[in-house]
Every structure is written in C-alpha cells, then in structure tokens.
C-alpha cells in the first residue's frame, strides 16, 4: 500500500500524517506514509487544497484534514482495492 500526505504543516501530532499513522496502527496495516512536498507530484493528481491523502495513486480527500476515526472508515470501506 502507498501511502502519500500532502500537507502543509511540520505538527506532526496534529496533522494529517499523524492521522494517518495512528488510522493505519488501528487498521493493523503496515504501510509507509510518505509527506509530499513536490508541485509536481500535487499537481499530477490535481490537488488543488491541503491536506490531501493519497492511497496507491487515489486520492481518497483534499481540503480537509480528516480525524483519525474518519480515516479508519475510508480505509475499511476501501481494503480491497488497497491491497
């Protein structure tokens, strides 16, 4: 699973990275959380606002930092095509 944040913020314990982190810990998943800071790569998948999280090439939300509970249900909802 690839997983990539793109945020603007270095708070790690209230940012969209820890989210994930802690959503991923939860799941009992494994995946690397990589934090994009490229202008190409956020472009690439039109991302156009921050915090965006992208999932194997999907980007799943942007705009809107998502709590650690909201994550969970995306990442049930969508397993199967995470894996």
Known sequence: ?????????DKIRKSLFGNVLEALRACG?????VVVK????????????????????????????????EIIKLIQQNLSNFT
């Open 29 to 33: 998943l494994n995946g690397k959380v």
């Open 38 to 69: 490229d202008i190409r790569t956020i472009l690439k998948y039109g991302v156009k606002s921050a915090p965006a999280l992208i999932i194997n090439g999907i980007v799943m939300f942007a705009g809107k930092s998502q709590s650690p509970e």
């Open 1 to 9: 699973m690839k997983i990539e944040v793109i945020e603007t913020t």
